[in-house]
């Protein structure tokens, strides 16, 4: 098992980084969040999963151990798998996850993309005794002050900056994404990041 990876962060893309460890490139997946935190030539440590199946290894990297093992506990339960479980934790974080789980809240997981109503009930059985008790460190959401950027802008300027584009740049892709943002129910960085950099591929 490869618990984690150490070392300077060579490539960043939607929804993966390469970290260089003793001259070896290796391609992690992770979520938006963990990827905003990273930054292009500079140290990175990041937990990791390894995934095995027939025809593939794939690396998953998370930016602490309680999102590695709140992975490894979600991705076990039938019907889910290692990448419906990253995009669980790219909702949620792992105490959210907890406290949804210990309280019933459907609706919760029905915001991920790909759960249902259905699912959502048997995940809700499935994980009842496995993901722990709730540790009482989820702050309740707060609206944004008047004038404040939206919590989801800032992500997405970081993530860009990251991935090497100027912060001018960025905050023009943020601006070109921002309808897409306000139309969403529910904000996914991750698809807005994909739109950021196509809108900055027409601009070049």
């Known amino acids: 098992m490869i618990a984690f990876v150490q070392g300077p962060v060579m490539a960043l893309a939607p929804g993966s980084a390469v970290v260089e460890v003793g001259g070896v490139g290796l391609a992690v ?3 938006p969040t963990t990827l905003a935190a990273l930054r292009l030539g500079e140290p990175a440590k990041l937990a990791t999963s390894l995934v095995v199946r027939e025809d593939s290894l794939t690396l998953y990297g998370f930016a602490d151990e309680d999102e590695r093992a709140t992975f490894e506990v979600l991705q076990a339960a039938p019907g889910v798998g290692p990448r419906l479980a990253q995009a669980m934790l790219g909702v949620h974080s792992p105490e959210a996850l907890r406290v949804a789980v210990a309280g019933g809240d459907e609706r919760a997981l029905i915001k ?14 499935e ?7 709730p540790h009482g ?3 309740p959401a707060q609206q944004p002050a008047a004038g404040a950027p939206a919590p989801w802008s800032e992500q997405l300027h970081a993530a860009l900056v990251g991935l090497g584009y100027a912060p001018r740049e960025a905050e023009e892709a943020v601006v070109a994404v921002t309808p897409e943002a306000e139309a969403q129910q529910r904000t996914d960085v991750g698809a807005l990041l994909k739109a950021a950099l196509r809108s900055l591929n027409r601009t070049r």
């Open 112 to 125: 991920v993309p790909g759960i249902g109503k259905a699912k959502a009930a048997k995940l809700l059985l």
């Open 127 to 133: 994980y009842k005794d496995k993901l722990g008790h």
């Open 29 to 31: 997946q992770c979520t």
């Open 137 to 139: 460190t989820v702050v």
